[in-house]
């Protein structure tokens, strides 16, 4: 029977609301094997269109302000069943002008370096007709927590989401027809977020505002058909006030219980304007909201008498206590990562105090922040008595879908997957950040540049990517660079060309593309891909002095084989010639298959034949042309071979030099961010997939293994982020320092770039890897080796369930497929024999030699 399993609106299957036309797909499930999409009619009102594709139908009809369209669907197999489905989707403004006011308390100042104190907006407000529908169009310059009525608005966290201020910010859309009553009275409190509060390791504060700011329009429409509209303007009340006494990203929040609204101190408020004009569009990211609650699973008293708790996982989110307390009671909770001498470790957080600090109201009582969020396993309480609180904690993250799982024989390779998969929900909290807990929590863009693959196979990431993605086009510069971090918000580096992080321009969309098969994602980043490459040519190009020397990337500046095991920053700079070089050539090649499926077809020849250059040139200038370098080190064989930038007899010399490098470096890895992703399958791909397993199952220090038999629960930023002997690396970059006289230094327990060896797992050991756009076709080829004797492998794909499961068992091998319907999936066996597979269940079984 054929079903419509799913229909999505702009990447959302329930409460889409868009300012812009939207894109709609839909899967389809059969039991019937073979079965394809023969055609699907798709109509909103009175406009229709025929397609045959699942993905990419973007809707041309009229649109209204805040008007909802069903959207129907009709399929046909192409075994001649059909299938019907429903959903909807609203408009939001569109291009109707706001009515309502930004407003501010303009009296207002703070010092450098601080959060603003929260601001609370308040206004009420009569109904005396019967409602029918109401909702509220809401953003801020900060972020914002909504209550009506005295019930919070919506599920949402740190509303309205961090974008380009500058550029673009989001309004959300609430509805609150059932929160209405007939007197009611909406309070907002704006803390400072990341326009405002203090942001980044420089402390910068004011970024894109001088203070907080509110922007709110309610309608109501009644039964009798009239309607209401309440804005921001000068009838609204602010005050300093309130309950929240302190809200930021990085020393987190003070919230007094004891405070009651109608007794302190409020003034009319000062309407104002954005420092830019940004525009105001419907929200196009997703929501962060609570994901999971976690309990403790021990507690105990620390040498100092603080009591620990422990959550067994690193996390991004807050606590969430249940208080029985006295009036004027100050509870205190303090977040680490680990634990050193049985005390939280805080030094590594460098400035961030991390610490949430309640003010009891008397009696029974909940806390939880709701204006800041820390990444920590362990809590330590003070002020009150553990038998009088109930302590768990909320998992936070943007609301993606997660839609991948890998598990294999050895329980130690299945925990790393989950270490894998708990880094990328703890810095996947509105932007993709590199680390959830110290003073930094930045959009680092070569971090999700060698990520976003692992990402986009465990959890659906359109909508997620989409937003960061339109911030990095706003941001380039007009020379083609970027910001290395984005947003940027008041990030010192200036916008700038470099391999690896700019990369992620191409990078991102790319796997993106490929997991979600949306050609919008590359049609609206093209041109922004192709001015950066225009920008790396342009650099490489810089004081060349010969033709070799025209393609090989040195300037202005990469971070080279950055927080590789071996040397410190000033070492991994130095390799950046070698790794922007091979970076280039790769985005070269990727942006000839991108202009193919656009059908840019002068762009292909272009792209392919700079490629070709760029190899050459990375060939003359750093080999011998034989595959040997004259300078090695494991990232610069790595690359090269990943890349497809070898041929022959030099691929070969080549991964033997890689081998005899790491054999000599007592088969450990020695490479840093931009290698590490790609080291196995340099291996595994060209003859050495028995060293890839053996470096993949290494136990000692550097290796992901490492990291979790030490008690890791997530990927840590650096090998020996905790040594061997129980100590924290919190050496400064520059290696000057000593420990003690360190400020924290540059270790993370939560930062997932080395945790992009998940692609390895999922598209050679299980083996199930795309080979066009959201896995319209692909392939299952399982490499099997390193005595793992199972390993199974699901993504949920634009077309529906994509799974493999293989033992061995001596010389026997099975596998299990499921192929999604309209897909085509190539079987590689083990023994040699290709499959090749359309839609539904298939089992196979083979000899191992």
């Known amino acids: 029977m054929l079903t419509i399993s799913s229909i999505k609106i702009e990447g959302l299957e329930h409460g889409c609301v868009t300012d812009h036309a939207p894109v709609i797909s839909f899967t389809l499930s059969s039991d019937r094997s073979g079965e394809k999409l023969r055609e699907a009619i798709i109509e909103v009102g009175n406009w229709r269109t025929t397609t045959t594709d699942h993905i990419n139908n973007?809707?041309?009809?009229?649109?209204?302000?805040?008007?909802?369209?069903e959207v129907r669907i009709r399929a046909i197999g192409s075994s001649g069943e059909q299938a019907e489905g429903m959903t909807t989707f609203r408009t939001g403004r569109l291009d109707t002008p706001w009515k309502a006011q930004w407003i501010t308390d303009m009296s207002y100042d703070f010092p450098k370096k601080v959060s603003p104190v929260p601001m609370t907006f308040r206004r009420s407000f009569d109904l005396s007709k019967t409602v029918q529908k109401a909702w509220i169009n809401v953003t801020a310059l900060g972020v914002y927590e909504l209550d009506l009525n005295g019930e919070k608005v919506g599920q949402d966290y740190f509303a309205p989401g961090f974008t380009s201020y500058d550029h673009q910010i989001q309004y959300q859309t609430y509805d609150i027809t059932y929160q209405l009553q007939n007197a009611n009275t909406i309070t907002a409190v704006v803390a400072g977020g990341w326009a405002v509060g203090s942001f980044n390791y420089g402390r910068k504060n004011k970024i894109n505002a001088d203070r907080q700011a509110l922007l709110c329009e309610v309608y109501v429409q009644y039964t009798d058909g009239t309607s209401d509209l309440l804005v921001t303007d000068s009838t609204w009340e602010v005050s300093l006030e309130g309950n929240y006494r302190m809200a930021e990203w990085y020393d987190g929040e003070t919230y007094d219980a004891t405070i009651h609204l109608q007794s302190v101190q409020w003034k009319p408020v000062d309407v104002t304007q954005p420092r830019k004009n940004p525009a105001l569009l419907a929200q196009y990211g997703l929501p962060v909201r609570v994901q999971e609650v976690l309990r403790p699973i021990a507690s105990k008293v620390s040498p100092s008498g603080e009591v620990i708790y422990d959550f067994g996982q690193n996390f991004a989110g807050v606590i969430h206590a249940k208080i029985r307390g006295e009036k004027y009671q100050q509870i205190v909770f303090r977040h680490a990562e680990v634990l050193v001498d049985?005390?939280?470790?805080?030094?590594?957080?460098?400035?961030?105090?991390?610490?949430?600090?309640?003010?009891?109201?008397?009696?029974?009582?909940?806390?939880?922040?709701?204006?800041?969020?820390?990444?920590?396993?362990?809590?330590?309480?003070?002020?009150?008595?553990?038998e009088?609180?109930?302590?768990?904690?909320?998992v936070l993250h943007s609301d993606f879908k997660e839609i991948g799982h890998f598990s294999c024989s050895?329980?130690?390779?299945?925990?790393?997957?989950?270490?894998i998969r708990w880094g990328g929900r703890s810095n996947f909290v509105d932007i993709p950040t590199?680390?959830?807990?110290?003073?930094?929590r930045q959009g680092w863009t070569g971090d999700i540049a060698v990520f976003a693959s692992t990402a986009c196979f465990n959890f659906d990431m359109s909508r997620f990517f989409d937003k960061w993605l339109m911030d990095m086009r706003a941001e380039q510069s007009k020379g083609g660079g970027f910001p290395m971090v984005v947003p940027r918000g008041g990030d010192h580096w200036p916008a700038m060309a470099n391999s690896c992080w700019g990369d992620s321009s191409i990078l991102v969309p790319w796997a993106?593309?490929?997991?979600?098969?949306?050609?919008?994602?590359?049609?609206?980043?093209?041109?922004?891909?192709?001015?950066?490459?225009?920008?790396?040519?342009?650099?490489?190009?810089?004081?060349?002095?010969?033709?070799?020397?025209?393609?090989?990337?040195?300037?202005?500046?990469?971070?080279?084989?950055?927080?590789a095991p071996e040397g410190d920053a000033k070492v991994w700079l130095k390799k950046g010639k070698w790794i922007g070089t091979a970076y280039f050539a790769n985005s070269c090649g990727i942006m000839a298959e991108i202009a193919a499926i656009l059908g840019h077809t002068e762009d292909i020849r272009y792209y392919k034949g700079l490629r070709e250059k760029i190899i050459a040139a990375y060939r003359n200038a750093f080999?011998?042309?034989?595959?040997?370098?004259?300078?090695?080190?494991?990232?610069?064989?790595?690359?090269?071979?990943?890349?497809?930038?070898?041929?022959?007899?030099?691929?070969?010399?080549?991964?033997?030099?890689?081998?005899?490098?790491?054999?000599?470096?007592?088969?450990?890895?020695?490479?840093?961010?931009?290698?590490?992703?790609?080291?196995?399958?340099?291996?595994?791909?060209?003859?050495?997939?028995?060293?890839?397993?053996?470096?993949?199952?290494?136990?000692?220090?550097?290796?992901?293994l490492y990291e979790v038999k030490a008690g890791g629960t997530t990927i840590w930023e650096r090998w020996d982020s905790l040594r061997p002997d129980g100590t924290v690396n919190i050496e400064e970059l520059s290696g000057n320092k000593s420990a003690e006289e360190s400020s924290g230094g540059m270790v993370s327990f939560n930062h997932y770039a080395n945790g992009a060896v998940g692609d390895w797992f999922y598209k050679r050991m299980a083996g199930i890897e795309p080979t066009s756009g959201g896995y319209k076709t692909f392939r299952i080829a399982p490499m099997v080796g390193?005595?793992?004797?199972?390993?199974?492998?699901?993504?949920?794909?634009?077309?529906?369930?994509?799974?493999?499961?293989?033992?061995?068992?001596?010389?026997?091998?099975?596998?299990?497929?499921?192929?999604?319907?309209?897909?085509?999936?190539?079987?590689?066996?083990?023994?040699?024999?290709?499959?090749?597979?359309?839609?539904?269940?298939?089992?196979?079984?083979?000899?191992?030699?």
Not at 410 to 419: G, I, K, M, R
Not at 434 to 440: G, H, I, L
Not at 540 to 558: A, E, K
């Open 58 to 69: 973007l809707y041309t009809g009229p649109m209204k302000p805040h008007t909802s369209y």
């Open 342 to 386: 049985d005390e939280l470790f805080v030094k590594s957080l460098r400035t961030a105090k991390a610490t949430a600090t309640y003010i009891c109201q008397g009696g029974e009582q909940t806390y939880s922040p709701r204006l800041t969020y820390m990444g920590f396993r362990y809590v330590g309480l003070s002020g009150i008595d553990p």
């Open 388 to 394: 009088h609180i109930e302590l768990s904690a909320y």
């Open 410 to 419: 050895n329980e130690l390779v299945t925990q790393l997957q989950s270490n």
């Open 434 to 440: 590199d680390c959830p807990q110290r003073d930094e």
């Open 512 to 563: 993106e593309y490929l997991a979600r098969g949306n050609k919008q994602v590359l049609e609206k980043q093209y041109s922004s891909m192709k001015k950066f490459l225009k920008a790396a040519k342009w650099w490489s190009s810089f004081l060349s002095v010969s033709p070799t020397d025209r393609y090989i990337w040195r300037f202005p500046f990469h971070f080279g084989d950055w927080a």
């Open 623 to 704: 080999t011998d042309k034989q595959g040997n370098l004259k300078k090695e080190f494991q990232t610069a064989y790595v690359l090269p071979l990943h890349f497809g930038m070898t041929k022959g007899k030099e691929t070969d010399r080549m991964v033997n030099n890689l081998v005899r490098l790491i054999q000599e470096a007592d088969n450990h890895l020695t490479t840093g961010f931009t290698g590490t992703p790609y080291l196995l399958f340099a291996l595994s791909d060209y003859g050495q997939l028995e060293t890839a397993y053996d470096l993949l199952l290494q136990e000692e220090c550097p290796s992901w």
């Open 786 to 849: 390193g005595g793992i004797t199972w390993a199974k492998a699901s993504t949920e794909t634009p077309y529906g369930l994509a799974s493999v499961n293989w033992k061995a068992d001596g010389n026997e091998f099975s596998i299990e497929i499921a192929v999604p319907v309209s897909t085509t999936c190539s079987l590689y066996m083990p023994d040699g024999e290709t499959h090749i597979l359309t839609s539904g269940q298939h089992t196979f079984q083979c000899q191992l030699s």
